[in-house]
T-cell receptor, first 116, second 115 residues
Framework: DTGVSQDPRHKITKRGQNVTFRCDPISEHNRLYWYRQTLGQGPEFLTYFQNEAQLEKSRLLSDRFSAERPKGSFSTLEIQRTEQGDSAMYLC??????????????FGPGTRLTVT | AQTVTQSQPEMSVQEAETVTLSCTYDTSENNYYLFWYKQPPSRQMILVIRQEAYKQQNATENRFSVNFQKAAKSFSLKISDSQLGDTAMYFCAFMKHWGNTPLVFGKGTRLSVIA
């Protein structure tokens, strides 16, 4: 078990370009979450999956954002036509789903996006 | 909607001393979970301690303990015998009881432990 991994760790892009981030959760975890963290703020929820099903999307997730989790394993988060306001740390977390117990969410190291 | 408030943006403590970080929250839920997460500089977030709202006993993990006041909607973290490795951002977070829903985080408190 190597923990949650994210790729790339850093991404610099020009405004208007598309970017895609990848998250590999802990292998037996069926829940996968995406959060966004801007400087001086706590992480804010974007979207989450149970297996391959996307269960909820935040209002923060505009039409330019899309996330997938094909086959219920790794997940990708794509941002189209990036804007400077998209500059942030994008965090991925995974956990086991259980109605009765709040299993810990394990976080990855994040992908830091800078839009110039 | 749930909100989490951390009113101390920055704190410092001498090594080996005790420090308390504050957190308040607002919710209409009766059953929920509360967490403290630690985010060291340039490193990933890790769980420090969690509390189930239906448990009256305060959670403890080694040098870390909480003071959970459900009626006051307060959830503070006490770090005893502070160590240099405790230097980090600390986030208070809320989760609704059912189904491992997404976390709602506060803005964080930056803790510096001074030698």
């Amino acid at each position: 078990d190597t923990g949650v991994s994210q790729d790339p760790r850093h991404k610099i892009t020009k405004r208007g370009q598309n970017v895609t981030f990848r998250c590999d959760p802990i292998s037996e975890h069926n829940r996968l979450y995406w959060y966004r963290q801007t400087l001086g703020q706590g992480p804010e929820f974007l979207t989450y999956f149970q297996n391959e099903a996307q269960l909820e999307k935040s209002r923060l997730l505009s039409d330019r954002f899309s996330a997938e989790r094909p086959k219920g394993s790794f997940s990708t988060l794509e941002i189209q036509r990036t804007e400077q306001g998209d500059s942030a740390m994008y965090l991925c977390a995974s956990s086991l789903e259980n109605r009765d117990i709040a299993y810990e969410q394990y976080f990855g190291p994040g992908t830091r996006l800078t839009v110039t | 909607a749930q909100t989490v408030t951390q009113s101390q943006p920055e704190m410092s403590v001498q090594e080996a001393e005790t420090v308390t970080l504050s957190c308040t929250y607002d919710t209409s839920e009766n059953n929920y979970y509360l967490f403290w997460y630690k985010q060291p500089p340039s490193r990933q977030m890790i769980l420090v301690i969690r509390q189930e709202a239906y448990k009256q006993q305060n959670a403890t993990e080694n040098r870390f303990s909480v003071n959970f006041q459900k009626a006051a909607k307060s959830f503070s973290l006490k770090i005893s015998d502070s160590q240099l490795g405790d230097t980090a951002m600390y986030f208070c977070a809320f989760m609704k009881h059912w189904g491992n829903t997404p976390l709602v985080f506060g803005k964080g408190t930056r803790l510096s432990v001074i030698a």
